[in-house]
């Protein structure tokens, strides 16, 4: 069983649908959760993060750790054809530590 | 300004070959990462480095060879080249923070391709 679990999909949805972006995950020494976004042929990049359980907000984007459940999400409201692209949860005990990754989940918003 | 570059974006070589591939960073980070992410999109970590020493070996073939002539620069060199070699190579910085989280920024990727 790999450490952090995610549906790759493809996941396809008309614009200004609500995503739902899901990772599970093993090791209950991960702090630090975090949600970075892939374009075709670029490096990731990071979106939001957030340190143990909670919330986070940023503009159309959501996220949500539940450690208790050991489950991750991340919302994308109002979804724009530019969101479309690999979603990638990664997680990591602490600073300084090398990142774990999901398998990215493919978006794809129609207009 | 590319804060992350790597060098080539794209390679192509046959097996048995040997090849490096060049990554630097100019964010100052204290800390260089590299990735692989294979035909599935599933990125994950080889090598770390901080202040040019090795932190982080995962299980890797000791045909790949990581090299940091300084901080700022973290080489990849990979001898005899084997098809399964054939992926996405990531290198990454960070700057190490022992008080709270340290985004890592990645390069463009060199798309490695073994014939």
């Known amino acids: 069983q790999k450490e952090v679990e995610q549906d790759p999909g493809p996941l396809s949805v008309p614009e200004g649908a609500i995503v739902s972006l899901n990772c599970t995950y093993s090791n209950s020494a991960f702090q630090y959760f975090m949600w970075y976004r892939q374009y075709s042929r670029k490096g990731p990049e990071l979106l939001m993060y957030?340190?143990?359980?909670g919330n986070k907000e940023d503009g159309r984007f959501t996220a949500q750790v539940d450690k208790s459940s050991k489950y991750i999400s991340l919302f994308i409201r109002d979804s724009q054809p530019s969101d479309s692209a690999t979603y990638l949860c990664a997680m990591s005990p602490g600073a300084g530590y090398a990142l774990n990754f999901g398998k990215g989940t493919s978006l794809l918003v129609t207009p | 300004d590319t804060a992350v570059s790597q060098t080539p974006k794209y390679l192509v070589t046959q097996m048995g070959n040997d090849k490096s591939i060049k990554c630097e960073q100019n964010?100052?980070?204290?800390?260089m990462y590299w990735y692989k992410q294979d035909s599935k999109k599933f990125l994950k970590i080889m090598f770390s480095y901080n202040n040019k020493e090795l932190i982080i070996n995962e299980t890797v073939p000791n045909r790949f060879s990581p090299k940091s002539p300084d901080k700022a620069h973290l080489n990849l060199h990979i001898n005899s080249l084997e098809l399964g070699d054939s992926a996405v190579y990531f290198c990454?910085?960070?700057?190490?923070?022992?008080?709270?989280?340290?985004?890592?920024?990645f390069g463009q990727g060199t798309r490695l391709t073994v014939v």
């Open positions: 990454a910085s960070s700057q190490g923070n022992p008080w709270g989280f340290a985004e890592a920024f």
């Open positions: 957030t340190y143990s359980s």
């Open positions: 964010l100052g980070h204290d800390t």
